[in-house]
C-alpha cells in the first residue's frame, strides 16, 4: 500500500473515531461519512469497504447506514498515530532533518578512514551496518541547507571514538542517521579532523550509492537526518 493512500485510511478512521467508532458499534451513512472527509459518497464508501477489507473496522451494510465498529488491530493504528504526534509536538528538536547538496567527487579520504578496523567495528555495533569503503560527498549550496547542517550538529548523534595507532591519531566521529533519496539508509559523518569546511556532507551506507541510486557529479541529492529520541 502506498503511503498516501495509508494516509487517507488513516485519516477516515480518526473521522469514525471521532464518531465514537473505537469505542462503541455507530450507525454511519456514507453520506455523513462523505461530509466528513470533504469527498465523494462513492470514495467515503469505497475507504469504509477498504478498512474492513483491512482489518481495522468492522462494517455491516444496514438499509438505514453502515454498523462500524474500529477493531483492535485499527485501535492499534490510532494509537501509533497518538505517539507519533505526541513525539513530534513535544520533541525538544525536529525528529529529523532534511537536506539538500550536490555530488561531487571527493579527496579519496572516505575509504582510507572507513577501512580503519577500529572505526569499522562501531559502525557496525553503532549504527547498524558494515559501511561501504568510500563516502558519497555532497556540497551545499544554499543558505538554508548550510544553516540546517548547522542546527543539526547541535542535537545529540552518535558517538564514534577516536582511536590512536602506531601511526598517528585519529579523531572521533559524530554519526546521524539518514534515509539517501527516502530510498536507502546510511549515516552522515561529521569528523573533527576533515579537510572539507561545512558546507560538505559526507555519507556511509552499507552500499556503492553512486551505483545504487546512479549518481554522477552534479546530480542534486536529499537526504533526511534522523536526530536521536
Same mark, same amino acid.
Given at each position: 500500500?502506498?503511503?498516501?493512500?495509508? $494516509?487517507?485510511?488513516?485519516?477516515?478512521?480518526?473521522?469514525?473515531?471521532?464518531?465514537?467508532?473505537?469505542? *462503541?458499534?455507530?450507525?454511519?451513512?456514507?453520506?455523513?461519512?462523505?461530509?466528513?472527509?470533504?469527498?465523494?459518497?462513492?470514495?467515503?464508501?469505497?475507504?469504509? @469497504?477498504?478498512?474492513?477489507?483491512?482489518?481495522?473496522?468492522? *462494517?455491516?451494510?444496514?438499509?438505514?447506514? $453502515?454498523? @462500524?465498529?474500529?477493531?483492535?488491530?485499527?485501535?492499534?493504528?490510532?494509537?501509533?498515530?497518538?505517539?507519533?504526534?505526541?513525539?513530534?509536538?513535544?520533541?525538544? /528538536?525536529?525528529?529529523? @532533518?532534511?537536506?539538500? %547538496?550536490?555530488?561531487?567527487?571527493?579527496? %579519496?579520504?572516505?575509504?582510507? /578512514?572507513?577501512?580503519?578496523?577500529? /572505526?569499522?567495528?562501531?559502525?557496525?555495533?553503532?549504527?547498524?551496518?558494515?559501511?561501504?569503503? %568510500?563516502?558519497?560527498?555532497?556540497?551545499?549550496?544554499?543558505?538554508?541547507?548550510?544553516?540546517? *547542517?548547522?542546527?543539526?550538529?547541535?542535537?545529540?548523534?552518535?558517538?564514534?571514538?577516536?582511536?590512536?595507532?602506531?601511526?598517528?591519531?585519529?579523531?572521533?566521529?559524530? $554519526? /546521524?542517521?539518514? @534515509?539517501?533519496?527516502?530510498?536507502?539508509?546510511?549515516?552522515?559523518?561529521?569528523?573533527?579532523?576533515?579537510?572539507?569546511?561545512?558546507?560538505?556532507?559526507?555519507?556511509?551506507?552499507?552500499?556503492?550509492?553512486?551505483?545504487?541510486?546512479?549518481?554522477?557529479?552534479?546530480?542534486?541529492?536529499?537526504?533526511?537526518?534522523?536526530?536521536?529520541?
Amino acid at each position: 500500500m502506498s503511503e498516501g493512500y495509508e $494516509c487517507r485510511y488513516l485519516f477516515t478512521l480518526l473521522k469514525l473515531a471521532e464518531m465514537g467508532a473505537h469505542r *462503541r458499534t455507530a450507525k454511519i451513512s456514507t453520506e455523513y461519512l462523505a461530509q466528513k472527509l470533504d469527498t465523494s459518497q462513492q470514495t467515503a464508501s469505497r475507504y469504509l @469497504i477498504q478498512l474492513d477489507h483491512m482489518g481495522w473496522i468492522k *462494517r455491516t451494510a444496514t438499509p438505514e447506514g $453502515c454498523l @462500524i465498529r474500529i477493531t483492535d488491530t485499527g485501535t492499534k493504528e490510532l494509537n501509533k498515530l497518538h505517539q507519533t504526534l505526541r513525539f513530534v509536538m513535544e520533541s525538544t /528538536y525536529p525528529p529529523s @532533518i532534511t537536506l539538500e %547538496g550536490t555530488v561531487f567527487t571527493g579527496l %579519496g579520504e572516505g575509504a582510507y /578512514y572507513i577501512s580503519k578496523e577500529n /572505526y569499522r567495528k562501531q559502525f557496525i555495533e553503532k549504527l547498524g551496518f558494515d559501511p561501504y569503503p %568510500g563516502t558519497l560527498n555532497l556540497k551545499l549550496t544554499t543558505d538554508y541547507d548550510t544553516k540546517a *547542517r548547522n542546527e543539526l550538529e547541535a542535537y545529540p548523534a552518535v558517538e564514534v571514538e577516536g582511536f590512536m595507532n602506531e601511526d598517528r591519531t585519529f579523531g572521533p566521529v559524530k $554519526c /546521524y542517521p539518514v @534515509i539517501i533519496e527516502n530510498k536507502v539508509k546510511g549515516a552522515l559523518i561529521l569528523a573533527l579532523r576533515s579537510h572539507y569546511d561545512v558546507s560538505v556532507l559526507e555519507i556511509i551506507a552499507p552500499v556503492p550509492l553512486r551505483r545504487q541510486l546512479n549518481l554522477k557529479d552534479g546530480h542534486k541529492v536529499k537526504i533526511e537526518a534522523l536526530t536521536l529520541p
